[in-house]
């Protein structure tokens, strides 16, 4: 049976787990371990510099591996101890989860968890929970486009229509959620509280009857769980061959039979989405493509692709969007550097270097069991057509020969390129603190 308590043991994984992903809960929560860490680094310090010796000395270096065993222990220790606080706060009957609402121009507004260890750690059990025993979970952006160009690149008669949901999670009604809640009895009622409390003080915060918290990691969980009946009704429509949801994000390749000439597809997903769940199209990112009739070239935008199809071959590029979230970042990086090279040149030169290494490359998630490579082929690996790194390649050198001044700086800058990065594939290892340090100028 799942262990569903909000316990030091589960609570002990997610900080494992936490970490594999680069998110390192140290320096965010336990400010007491840092001590521990810092003296298990020196201890790994004198392992390398003895076995750096002519003739390493055996119980020298046995002595040194028991001290960091030693030290390992205690590090453990405090944490069980910080993680069993955290476990008794949470469990205390007058514990709730707090929100907050922050607005944000041009934009949605989005909702923060309380920053305290006791509220992350809560939503990410309720996120396991919820993962575990519904059998939730996102799906896989590489295969999804793998599929779609593999499918798009066959001359068989097809109907293609993306779409995408408006106000996706503003306008999710609850009632169908809580049922589904409410209905699981294996969920621990703890878990239904938790959860109970956030949709409220949601309803409250956002002056809606209606909705989920943007910004709050399990919205996407209880987001997915409410669009499962949506999926299930879609697949089983006459002539589907291919659906897949991103988020809100849809694509439909229907396989059409004579019977089906006169049929209104789009017709049949609104009778689902609009009329049967209450939910609304976006009908600006609304498009179909019928390809049963004649051969020309389509463009369908998805997932940051843009994907020519229809005339025989297939070809895919990055959209407009993904492009200039490369020259922002890209902005902001040369913009930082700006800004600390007044105050310490050194620091703001090898924190910046480092950041357009990582954009232009590629880097494997240390600590990540999945090995989990990302950068700027493998986030991008569909890719078949190069103009949009070239592109980006002559917006970083205009940036370089306009904005830095130091020689030296250009010429390093000058070796780092988006398209022989995706090219060669080449690669760069940071750190756990490193990556952390990177990404942050970008949150």
């Known amino acids: 049976m799942l262990n569903q308590s909000f316990s030091v043991d589960n609570f002990r994984k997610i900080v494992d787990l936490e970490n594999r992903k680069g998110i390192y809960l140290e320096g965010k929560f336990f400010h007491s371990l ?25 119980d020298e270096l046995k002595e040194l591996y028991n001290k960091r065993t030693e030290l390992e222990n205690k590090r453990e220790e405090s944490l069980q101890i910080e993680l069993q606080k955290i476990s008794e706060k949470i469990v205390t009957s007058n514990f709730k989860i707090e929100l907050t609402k922050k607005n944000i121009p041009n934009k949605k507004p989005i909702y923060l968890v309380k920053d305290a260890p006791e509220h992350y750690f809560t939503i990410k059990q309720l996120q396991n929970n919820i993962s575990k025993l519904f059998g939730v979970k996102q799906s896989n952006r590489f295969e999804i486009i793998s599929q779609i160009t593999t499918l798009l690149n066959n001359n068989f008669p097809k109907y293609v229509l993306r779409t995408d949901i408006s106000d996706f999670y503003e306008d999710i009604k609850h009632e169908p959620l809580l049922e589904r809640i409410n209905g699981n009895n294996l969920l621990t009622h703890l878990s239904k509280k938790f959860l ?36 299930n009704d879609i697949m089983s429509l006459r002539g589907i061959s291919f659906y897949a949801r991103y988020v809100d994000d849809i694509v439909i390749i229907f396989t059409p039979t004579l019977e089906d000439q006169e049929r209104n597809y789009l ?20 498009v179909s493509f019928d390809l049963r009739y004649k051969s020309q070239q389509y463009t369908l935008e998805y997932l940051g692709y843009k994907i020519l199809f229809g005339d025989g071959h297939i070809k895919t590029m990055l959209t407009d969007k993904k492009i200039n979230k490369y020259k922002e970042r890209l902005n902001l990086a040369f913009e930082n550097y700006l800004n600390l090279s007044k105050v310490n040149e050194k620091n703001a030169r090898k924190i910046f270097v480092k950041r357009i290494r990582h954009l232009t490359g590629n880097t494997r998630l240390r600590n990540n069991k999945n090995n989990v490579l990302v950068g700027i082929y493998y986030s991008n690996a ?28 250009q010429s390093r800058l000058r070796e780092y390129s988006f398209e022989s990065g995706f090219v060669e594939k080449r690669f760069s290892v940071f750190t756990t603190q490193e990556l952390q340090k990177i990404t942050k100028v970008w949150k």
Request: some cysteine; aromatic content about 4%; overall charge positive.
């Open 267 to 286: 017709q049949d997903i609104k009778s689902i989405i609009e009329n049967k769940f209450k939910l609304k199209l976006n009908t600006l990112k609304t």
């Open 34 to 58: 840092k001590t521990h860490t810092e003296d298990i680094k020196e201890c790994n310090k004198l392992i390398k510099e003895c076995k750096r010796k002519p003739i390493a000395l055996k």
């Open 196 to 231: 109970k409390q956030i949709l409220s003080n949601y309803l409250k915060l956002a002056g809606s009857d209606k909705g989920l918290p943007r910004g709050v990691g399990i919205s996407a969980y209880l987001a997915e769980l409410y669009m499962r009946d949506i999926d």
């Open 382 to 409: 569909h890719l078949t057509e190069l103009q949009s790194l070239t592109s980006l390649d002559d917006f970083l050198r205009n940036k370089i020969t306009n904005e830095i001044k130091v020689t030296q700086l």
